[in-house]
Nanobody, 119 residues
Framework: QVQLVESGGGLVQAGGSVRLSCAAS????????MGWHRQAPGKQRELVAT???????NYDDSVKGRFTIARDNAKNTVYLQMNSLKPEDTAVYYC?????????????WGQGTQVTVSS
């Protein structure tokens, strides 16, 4: 069984920073694209950032220049450094990964971690 476990959420003031982590565990052969999504109350889940196995990154326009996604392949972990946070960044943040178990590729989601930005 493969799972993703997130950590690092919490309450922060506007203009502050938070770093999220998401670690994959289980019988992993390889991890392809990893990413972060978020879902605010009453809104649909939206893409925040992705990073490929070759470290190519992609960001939603709303977070460009403020958020940085990175990964540590040795630790099967993806990070999201969030700076200059705004109240509208308040959401549950979910990590996602395409994980290969010997003969099958799975899309796996984490359980979510709350980030609340106060004004």
């Amino acid at each position: 069984q493969v799972q993703l476990v997130e950590s690092g959420g919490g309450l922060v003031q506007a203009g502050g920073s938070v770093r999220l982590s998401c670690a994959a565990s289980g019988s992993i052969s390889s991890i392809e694209t990893m990413g972060w999504h978020r879902q605010a109350p009453g809104k649909q889940r939206e893409l925040v950032a992705t990073i490929t196995s070759g470290d190519t990154t992609n960001y939603d326009d709303s977070v460009k220049g403020r958020f940085t996604i990175a990964r540590d392949n040795a630790k099967n972990t993806v990070y999201l450094q969030m700076n200059s946070l705004k109240p509208e960044d308040t959401a549950v943040y979910y990590c996602k990964a395409h994980i290969r178990v010997p003969s099958t590729m799975y899309l796996v989601w984490g359980q979510g971690t709350q980030v609340t930005v106060s004004s």
